[in-house]
């Protein structure tokens, strides 16, 4: 063996040791981190007011079941609306547009009718209020379920009389 192929050697094993201590150091480096980033860091984020919102949130019930009559034959769901629900019920048809369905109805996005346009709305008042009482509750198209809210079917009936008003 040469001098030269010896001394390329020696540098290459050289080299060698050096990358793998820096990368051993650099995994013992993460380990640690990550150890000490799980005890911190979960702490946090399990006790952040939003994610304890979110929790809630999810594992609150929807619904309740209550017996009525004396014989058990009829059962009567009763939705239970979430804490904190009820400050958020608009008292009049004109909170509840303004709050929610001005954002599609005052400027058309996904097909809704605008306010003011009676071509869009004819057809619609022609089917009778139960029907677009019915189809506010349900949903209809593009629009979810009481325009998204959890609101109680008395304020979507009195949000359709006030758009209603706003439509002759």
Same mark, same amino acid.
């Given at each position: 063996?040469?001098?030269?192929? *010896? *001394?390329?050697?020696?540098?290459? +094993? *050289?080299?060698?040791?050096? !990358?793998?201590?820096?990368?051993?150091?650099?995994?013992?480096?993460? #380990?640690?981190?990550?150890?000490? #980033?799980?005890?911190?860091?979960?702490? #946090?984020? !399990?006790?952040?007011?939003?994610?304890?919102?979110?929790?809630?949130? +999810?594992?609150?019930?929807?619904?309740?079941?209550?017996?009525?009559?004396?014989? +058990? *034959?009829?059962?009567?769901?009763?939705?239970?609306?979430?804490?904190?629900?009820?400050?958020?019920?608009?008292?009049?048809?004109?909170?509840?547009?303004?709050?929610?369905?001005? &954002?599609?109805?005052?400027?058309?996005?996904?097909?809704?009718?605008?306010?003011?346009?009676?071509? &869009?709305?004819?057809?619609?008042?022609?089917?009778?209020?139960?029907? !677009?009482?019915?189809?506010?509750?349900?949903?209809?198209?593009?629009?979810?379920?009481?325009? #998204?809210?959890?609101?109680?079917?008395?304020?979507?009936?009195?949000?359709?009389?006030?758009? !209603?008003?706003? +439509?002759?």
């Amino acid at each position: 063996m040469s001098n030269a192929e *010896s *001394s390329d050697t020696h540098f290459f +094993n *050289s080299f060698s040791m050096v !990358l793998g201590v820096l990368i051993l150091f650099a995994v013992v480096l993460f #380990g640690v981190a990550r150890s000490i #980033g799980a005890d911190t860091q979960g702490e #946090g984020v !399990l006790l952040d007011p939003l994610h304890l919102k979110e929790v809630r949130a +999810n594992i609150a019930p929807f619904a309740r079941v209550a017996i009525a009559g004396k014989d +058990n *034959s009829a059962l009567a769901v009763v939705t239970a609306p979430p804490a904190g629900a009820a400050a958020d019920v608009p008292t009049t048809g004109e909170q509840a547009f303004m709050k929610v369905c001005s &954002a599609c109805h005052s400027t058309g996005v996904n097909g809704a009718p605008k306010i003011g346009d009676h071509a &869009a709305w004819a057809p619609r008042i022609a089917q009778g209020k139960d029907t !677009l009482y019915k189809d506010a509750i349900a949903g209809k198209g593009n629009m979810p379920p009481k325009g #998204g809210t959890t609101w109680p079917d008395a304020t979507i009936r009195m949000t359709v009389d006030y758009m !209603l008003s706003l +439509n002759k």
